[in-house]
């Protein structure tokens, strides 16, 4: 979205906290500013995100900058105040996710997030679902406004490859809380109906929270001796080259408990390829379930395989579905059309000329 709107005409700097060293680099015509993490011995918390206030204020009044957004994520602005109005962006905070994953999470968090949530001049969510949860949660009184994240289809466009018959491709970070560990049950029963296929992961393997091991482990201890020699794992992918592997896989798998509007589902649907996902809270304001592909709920592991080998078996329902999915993206979740919303947005927050 910065690269979209510099490219319209607009100025944008983004400020990237907590870094090993200061300094200032454009990117595609964005200023892109590093701010160093201090270390203060004592009462880090607060001198922190005071420094970080500081430099971004200095910033506001050098170059004019005229809304300043931030992420709702462990409350990064909370006690900063700038002389312009600050917008947070629901991505999903960390009381959002530690409830979607029944995780125990840390008091200042929480306090944290809280208050930057009650010191912003506006609040909009990727999907009404995080708000709504947010609002919930935080018993915010205000109203929260949905603007959903939007995809480059010019970027993420059918690719013309020959598709790997009976693939199936995951790719995400390696981890409970994407469904991961539901993938494992459900592959087995795909390879027991459908022994001509094949399981790619792509992603980083992360320690399981409740296991304290790896994730990666405790998926391949799931699978039967059969869907283990059909699993490859790869741990990691330069983003311009994830859309080689979606354009080859013939399905797309992600049974994620825990989003706020995921990009790897738009992108995708933007590639035309069916997609079988998970049915919780956002999904249904992503996705037309039995048109663009199926949702489902990833502990019902006997359904969730059925569609997949659904899709493996039917190469006509297979393509209908893409075809369905990128005109899907395009009409709602393309850049043209979420830049208009966000550039409204900021406009309504810019004092009124007469």
Known sequence: MAS???????????????????????????????????????????????????????????????????????????????????????????????????QHQKRKNYFFEKIALKQADRIVSVSTFTGNLTKELFHLKCDIKTIYNGI?????????????????????????????????????????????????????????????????????????????SKVTHIQEVPYKDIKNHIAKAQVVVLPSFAEAFPMTWLETLAMEKALVASNIGWATELMEDGKTGYLVNPRNHELFSNKIVSLLMDEEKNKRFGNNGRAHVISNFSTSVVLKKNIDLYKSLLPKND
């Open 4 to 102: 979209v709107l510099v490219h319209t005409g607009h100025s944008i700097t983004v400020f990237v906290v907590f870094q090993n060293e200061e300094k200032i680099f454009y990117d595609d015509g964005i200023k892109v500013i590093s701010i160093s993490r201090k270390g203060y011995r004592f009462f880090g918390w607060y001198l922190e995100r005071k420094y970080i206030q500081k430099k971004i204020q200095q910033e506001i009044q050098t170059s004019k900058i005229e809304v300043v957004e931030a992420p709702d994520w462990t409350g990064i602005t909370a006690l900063m105040s700038f002389s312009i109005p600050l917008i947070i962006r629901l991505h999903g905070s960390d009381t959002y996710f530690c409830n979607l994953e029944g």
């Open 152 to 228: 480059n289809t010019e970027i993420f466009k059918p690719i013309d490859t020959k598709i790997k018959t009976g693939q199936v491709l995951y790719f995400g970070t390696i981890i409970r809380k994407k469904g991961v560990l539901e993938l494992a049950s459900i592959f087995n029963k795909v390879v027991e109906v459908y022994e001509d296929t094949s399981l790619l992961l792509i992603g980083k393997d992360v320690k399981d929270a409740f296991e304290n091991k790896s994730t990666l482990d405790l998926f391949f201890e799931l699978l039967t001796e059969k869907a283990k």
